[in-house]
């Protein structure tokens, strides 16, 4: 299994903007085969998506989904800095 953390920070301003785009993301990523989970947590303007995948195919076909690609080009005009993403295992 595979896990990942992506923290994304957007502008104050762009918040719903945001939200509703992260929304569609979680909502398609779920469709698909290889997602065990796939999270959404939030405060204020930062939203964290904790993911886990099957296996490295499963995670290589979601980075080439057109949703993702879509909302990565999308946001970066609307986040605060580049979105963060770690690629981390369980150690406790």
């Known amino acids: ?3 990942i953390t992506a923290i ?3 502008k104050q301003e762009n918040i719903e903007q945001v939200k509703n ?3 569609h993301l979680v909502t398609e990523t779920r469709k698909e085969a290889a997602c065990i989970r796939y999270d959404l947590h939030t405060t204020e303007n930062v939203f964290i ?3 886990e995948w099957q296996d490295q ?3 290589d076909f979601h980075n080439n989904q057109p949703y993702l690609q879509d909302f990565i080009t999308k946001s970066e005009s609307l986040v605060s800095s580049p979105i963060q993403v770690f690629k981390t295992t369980q150690s406790l």
């Open 1 to 3: 299994m595979i896990s």
């Open 8 to 10: 994304i920070k957007s």
């Open 21 to 23: 785009m992260i929304h």
């Open 49 to 51: 998506i904790w993911e």
């Open 57 to 59: 195919p499963g995670l």
